[in-house]
Structure formats: C-alpha cells, structure tokens
C-alpha cells in the first residue's frame, strides 16, 4: 500500500513540479550519516512535499533503488520547507549516487558511507566553526571588522577546494549569521527594512548560506552542532546613533529563536546513538569516535546552559532535555560504550571553550561546561576537545582542571584542547589577549581559516590550522598516544 502510495506521488509531484516551475526543485542539498549502513539526505523545497522522495544506486545509470519519508516541515516565517530521508541498509565505506526529489533533469550526487567502527586506514576530517555567509549579505571586500583583501579566497572556497582531502565537514556551531541581519543595516552595510520585513532578510542571508555550502554539503557528510548564534540574535544592545535607538532581542524571527531554524534544518545521527535531536550526538568512523555536545542548553548538574533562561546570556532557549542530567547521563553512558580496540580515539566537540587567551573571559569561558564535562573526558581519556566561539584559533596544552600535562603531546593523560572559531563572518575575528595564558602553545587571529585532523594510526592524529586565503598550514602539532 506504502509503495504505491509513493509511487502515485512520484507521478504526480513529477508533473507538478513541471506545471509549478521550480516549486519542487530540491535545494540546499546535504548529507549527514546515519551510522555506518545509513545516510540522511536532506534538501528545500519552496512547497511542500507530500512524500519526500531519494533515488539511489551504485552506478549514475541506475538509481534503481527508492528511500521515502513523511517528514517536509517549516516555521513560520521561512520561505521554504525542509525535506528529511533516512537511507538505511547501505555498506560501510561505499560510494553511492542519488538525486533528492522529483528532479530527472541534473547529474546525479554522489555520497560515500562511513567507515565501519575498526576500519585502520588513515582519513581526514575538515572542522569550522563560527563560519557565516560569504558576499554581498556576509564577509566580503568591504563591511565589517575584518574585511577580505580583493581577490582573497574565502572558507567556504578553501573547503570546496580541498573537498578531495577530507571525508566529512564539522561545524559545531554558529552556522550563517543571519541574525546580523540588523546589525548590518544599522552599520549601512546592507538597505535599511523596516522591522516587519526583517524576517525576509534573515531568511535570505540563512538561504544564501546554504546554497554556497550545498556543492560541499551534497557530496560530503556535514555534521553540525548547536551554537549560540542558532538560538539568539546579535541585535540586542545593537544601537542606531543617529536616532539614539538601541535595538533588543524582541526582534528577533521565529527561526532565529528557540534554535528552530536549525532543528528544522538538519537530521543528526541522534536515534543512532540515543542522543537528542541535533543537540548531543557521536558516532563511529573508522579508528574513532566523534561526539558532538549541546554547551548552550541542558547541562545538567544543576547547570542551565548560557543561552537559557536564567543562563548568563539570558534568552529565551530550551530545555529540551526530558530531565536535568540527560545530556551528562547519556555523555558517562556513551564514553563508556566506546570499543577503544575498534576506536582507539575519542575525539569531542563542543561550540564554547574554557581553554582560551579571551579578550573578556567573563562571557566566553565557559566555566559551567567545564564543571560538567571535564571530569567525564579525563576519566574517560579524551583525546581531543574542539571549539570554537571565540572568532581566532589557539592551540591548548593537554590539560586537566587548569594544570598542564608534562607529557605534552607525548603520550598525555588530559585531553588536548584547540579552539578554532576563524572560519569568517560578517563580524570578522577576534583578537586574543596578549601575553597569551600559560597553557596556550599557538595562537592566530588575523588570518581566516579552518581545521584538519589526519588520522594516521591507532597512535598518531595530526590537527593542522589551513589558512582559507592560500591554503598554507600555518600551525601542525601531532598528538602520539601509547597504543597497541
């Protein structure tokens, strides 16, 4: 009954879509895994879509094979629908082809499975956070605190450049910055609306974003976490002098709160790995194990996270955890599942540091993320923490409880923490206080860029700083681990 109710759709969506012009036409295409024999393709759609639709195949020439959902949802506000498929069934470390929706007309995509759990064949991985829109709407020539110069290559350009080299993107966090969109045009950057069509320059910038990301996102994996800048909004405190007005977060849009753009946007592998939503998440791939953690809500332990209400940022967020300590529970459960003979590394990311050489450290440290999770990743021997928030890069010291480890990246017992928030936005980057604390090792921020994590071995995973503008590798480090 189920596939020939599919069937019936696929004929009629087919035809309206040629009646409707593009109203179908799939958008914003992109990938996330499902564990190592699933996929989740996800994509936009100016209508809605009765029954989103995958074809797919091992060759171009036959996409001979039909994965189909219900889910096609939006928010008020939003000028499109966001389409979600899970693919199940499929083998670890192959290469697929699909086309979402009722499009016959473009080349097929392509998309490759994740490594099995135990797989030892060295890979890489590409990490940014903090990485807004590029152009006109975003971090270009002009506008700004840290413009590009004429010519410069941007993240994004860096990343679709290098697509060959990494097998899946990450980006913990702050994803478009189309919450500028007032900021901007308070500082002229972009024409003034008036307030009640502001919702349709937030929704344009967030399009316009994942349009530049979907020749990345629809060939490679892209897995996202949960930043400040997906619940609140940048215009709070943001004032018009001219007209002495200061402009407060009940601006704000529907999607620019609550984190609902983003929950409607993205399918993590949370069911897999009996996570929450798009908020906690890991998974396998190959020799290790990633973990994607929510610091913005639901810290558990008595801790409401910065953007809650009551946090230190005081918005208006969450919780949506079913209880207190969901998130830390499942954080003890899942570290302690890891087959470290499988997946001999531990790799961790969440959006706000407390490792960092801040300019104001009384509203970037987070000190309640690392009361709550710090004691677990020592005890659990984390191999590497990364964040972002703070818009500079700096490489940490392996370090427990503000002591550094002797050993250094020799065979540590801390965790190694990297804080990367350079990718670029309209914003620019931060500049880090000088001289940079005790247990900082390297530090950048006046150059755009992104991470790289080479995973050699059971015992070697190398973390490069890549510029965007030239794609020189202006920091390397590599962390040896005593391991069979």
């Known amino acids: ?24 036409a799939p958008s914003q295409v992109r990938l996330a895994y499902a564990g190592d024999k699933g996929m989740h393709v996800s994509w936009n759609t100016q209508h809605k879509v009765e029954i989103p639709i995958v074809r797919y195949g091992t060759s171009p020439y036959r996409l001979d094979q039909i994965a189909f959902s219900d889910v096609s949802v939006t928010y008020p506000t939003s000028t499109t629908y966001n389409n979600h498929v899970k693919i199940t069934g499929l083998k670890p470390n192959t290469q697929y082809y699909y086309q979402p929706g009722f499009s ?14 135990g797989d030892c064949e060295p890979f890489e991985v590409a990490v940014v956070v903090d990485m807004g829109t590029m152009g006109a709407d975003g971090l270009t020539t002009h506008g700004g605190g840290h413009p590009l110069q004429p010519g410069e290559i941007n993240t994004i350009q860096s990343l679709q450049a290098s697509l060959n080299e990494f097998e899946f993107l990450w980006h913990p966090g702050d994803i478009a910055y189309a919450d500028y969109w007032l900021k901007e045009e308070i500082q002229g950057f972009l024409p003034n609306t008036t307030v009640e069509e502001g919702a349709k320059v937030y929704e344009r910038i967030l399009n316009e974003f994942y349009e530049e990301m979907a020749p990345i996102t629809s060939l490679k994996p892209y897995m996202v976490g949960p930043g400040n800048h997906e619940a609140n909004c940048d215009n709070g405190g943001t004032t018009d002098k001219v007209h002495n007005i ?77 209880y207190m300590d969901q998130q830390t529970d499942w954080l003890a459960k899942d570290l302690a599942s890891v087959d470290r003979s499988k997946t001999p590394w531990i ?102 860029g992104w991470s790289k994590l080479k995973f050699h071995n059971a015992t070697h995973l190398t973390h490069e700083f890549v510029a965007s503008s030239n794609g020189t590798v202006l920091d390397s480090a590599t962390l040896y681990k005593a391991r069979k």
């Open 1 to 24: 009954m189920r596939s020939s109710m599919v069937v019936s759709a696929f004929a009629a969506v087919g035809a309206a879509s040629s009646s409707v012009g593009n109203a179908f």
């Open 104 to 117: 016959f007309a473009s080349k097929p995509y392509t998309f490759k499975t994740s490594r099995k759990a």
């Open 246 to 322: 200061t402009y407060d977060v009940s601006i704000c849009m529907p999607g620019q709160t609550n984190f609902t753009g983003y929950r409607n946007h993205f399918r993590m592998p949370s069911k897999e790995s009996n996570g929450l939503e798009n908020f906690f998440y890991s998974f396998d791939h190959g020799m290790a194990h990633f973990i994607q953690l929510d610091t913005e809500t639901d810290l558990g332990h008595g801790f409401v996270g910065p953007d809650e209400v009551g946090g230190s940022e005081n918005e208006d967020t969450g919780p949506f955890a079913r």
């Open 347 to 448: 790799v961790v990311s969440g959006h706000r540091p407390w490792y960092i050489s801040a300019q104001n450290k009384s509203s970037t440290v987070c000190w309640e993320c690392k009361d709550v999770f710090e004691p677990l990743f020592y005890q659990h021997n984390v191999d590497l923490v990364l964040s972002g928030h703070v818009h500079a890069y700096e490489r940490i010291a392996p370090i427990y409880n503000l002591v550094v480890d002797p050993n250094g990246l020799m065979n540590p017992r801390a965790p190694w923490y990297i804080t990367n928030g350079a990718a670029g936005h309209y914003d620019g980057l931060d500049t880090l206080v000088r001289p940079l604390q005790t247990f900082s090792r390297y530090a950048e921020d006046s150059a755009y």
